[in-house]
């Protein structure tokens, strides 16, 4: 079964500084990968995702991750937060099999950012 | 706009009654999703349907009944066997294909009177 592990429960940052979110996966072969946003009381918007090909994706709001096949990892990274970036931040894995478990995602815990200005 | 639309937003149940949550997309997608999210946990999947008449149970779905009628609907019904239902619920939809991304409504928070 397919797993997803964000060691950082909470991350606290200054505005300006590098940001790097950690996430590592569990799964039998190369996965669809995501990195998802959660403000306060809403759903959740994508960043970004990793299929195939570049192991460096970029997304939206300037962040990008980086799929790393031998550390099972999919980092999320801003070079320079802003105090908006605030919110939880979850990484999650797609399964690849056909079938009904075809389109499924499991989830990390989520890593709640804060920034100080 | 193309989108997820979760309703109410905010939502009370009493002991022994049985609640909906709604859920209409407009972005013709064919899968749907229910998950629920309590702090600290992420998030769960209650039930999903990937075609209209037909549902899968997700990792928690004790206590928990869908339907999938409509392509554009998946209501999710909180019944009286969900003892701990105090939570905030998402609703998402996909389409079917080399596994597009999921998008998301804004959620329907749960509480118990």
């Known amino acids: 079964a397919q797993s997803v592990t964000q060691p950082d429960i909470h991350i606290t940052v200054s505005e300006g500084a590098s940001l790097e979110l950690r996430c590592n996966y569990s799964?039998?072969?190369?996965?669809?990968l995501f990195w998802y946003v959660q403000s306060p009381g809403q759903g959740l918007q994508l960043l970004l995702k990793?299929?195939?090909?570049?192991?460096l994706v970029q997304g939206i709001k300037g962040f990008e991750a980086e799929f790393k096949r031998s550390q099972s990892s999919f980092n999320l990274r801003k070079p320079s937060v802003h105090w908006s970036d605030a919110a939880e931040y979850f990484c999650?894995?797609?399964?690849?099999?056909?079938?009904?478990?075809?389109?499924?995602?499991?989830f990390g815990q989520g890593t709640i950012l804060t920034v100080h200005p | 706009d193309g989108g997820i639309t979760q309703s109410p937003k905010y939502l009370f149940r009493k002991e022994g009654q049985n609640v909906t949550l709604s859920c209409e997309q407009n972005l013709n997608h064919d899968a749907m999703y229910w998950y629920r999210q309590d702090p600290g946990q992420g998030l769960r999947l209650i039930y999903y349907?990937?075609?209209?008449?037909?549902?899968q149970k997700g990792d928690i779905a004790e206590g928990y009944s869908v339907s999938r009628e409509k392509k554009e609907s998946f209501p999710l019904t909180v019944t009286s066997a969900q003892k701990n239902p105090t939570a905030f619920y998402l609703c998402?939809?996909?389409?079917?294909?080399?596994?597009?991304?999921?998008?998301f409504g804004d959620g329907t928070r749960l509480s118990i009177l």
């Open positions: 998402a939809s996909s389409i079917v294909e080399r596994n597009q991304p999921q998008h």
């Open positions: 349907s990937q075609i209209v008449n037909d549902f």
């Open positions: 799964y039998g072969a190369t996965p669809y």
């Open positions: 999650a894995v797609g399964a690849r099999a056909g079938g009904t478990s075809y389109g499924k995602l499991t």
């Open positions: 990793y299929f195939s090909g570049d192991t």
